[in-house]
T-cell receptor, first 114, second 114 residues
């Protein structure tokens, strides 16, 4: 079974500051990793995903994440945030192979203040 | 064009009633899912269907019954609604069910049981 821990439930930052949202996972098999964003009163949208290959993954809206197998982490970063980045961010994991199950972390609320 | 749509968007009902939520995807995907998001924003998978066949059924009460009339539709019927069923329910779909497939989410149905 796999699990995901998002270490911060809330992250407040000022506009144009850098941000890092932390995610650790645990699994007994190889995994695929995802970051989804949920804007207020909307569904989830994929930001980026790691399947294999380069450990630095670039996504939409200027976000990137780095897969670190030894630390079982997949932290999300953005060098300069905007007010419009205010949203809930979810890290998720699915096991490799034919596994339909996506397991989500509890989410991190990013609030960008002017 | 909406990729994954759900109806209704809001559903307010009394305890003991039976209700249904409908989901349709026009992406040609083979796999569809139902998730429940509780008041603390925690997302948990409930069901998954692949080509109309049930492949995931996570410890969900028998009062919840998914029905997939065809690959493009996955409806959720809930009998004898309870206060604890109040949540946002998300439908999602993916091209296939393997671990790395991106899931596309609908806008959600906010169910309130009074």
């Amino acid at each position: 079974a796999q699990s995901v821990t998002q270490l911060d439930s809330q992250v407040p930052v000022f506009e144009e500051a850098p941000v890092e949202l932390r995610c650790n996972y645990s699994s007994s098999v190889s995994v695929y990793l995802f970051w989804y964003v949920q804007y207020p009163n909307q569904g989830l949208q994929l930001l980026l995903k790691y399947l294999s290959g380069s450990t630095l993954v670039k996504g939409i809206n200027g976000f990137e994440a780095e897969f670190n197998k030894s630390q079982t982490s997949f932290h999300l970063r953005k060098p300069s945030v905007h007010i419009s980045d205010t949203a809930e961010y979810f890290c998720a994991v699915s096991a490799g192979g034919s596994n339909y199950k996506l397991t989500f972390g509890k989410g991190t609320l990013l609030t960008v203040n002017p | 064009d909406t990729a994954v749509s759900q109806t209704p968007k809001y559903l307010v009902t009394q305890m003991g009633n039976d209700k249904s939520i409908k989901c349709e995807q026009n992406l040609g995907h083979d796999t569809m899912y139902w998730y429940k998001q509780d008041s603390k924003k925690f997302l948990k998978i409930m069901f998954s269907y692949n080509n109309k066949e049930l492949i995931i059924n996570e410890t969900v009460p028998n009062r919840f019954s998914p029905k997939s009339p065809d690959k493009a539709h996955l409806n959720l019927h809930i009998n004898s609604l309870e206060l604890g069923d109040s949540a946002v329910y998300f439908c999602a779909s993916s091209q296939d069910g393997v671990g790395g497939a991106e899931q596309y989410f609908g806008p959600g149905t906010r169910l309130t049981v009074t």
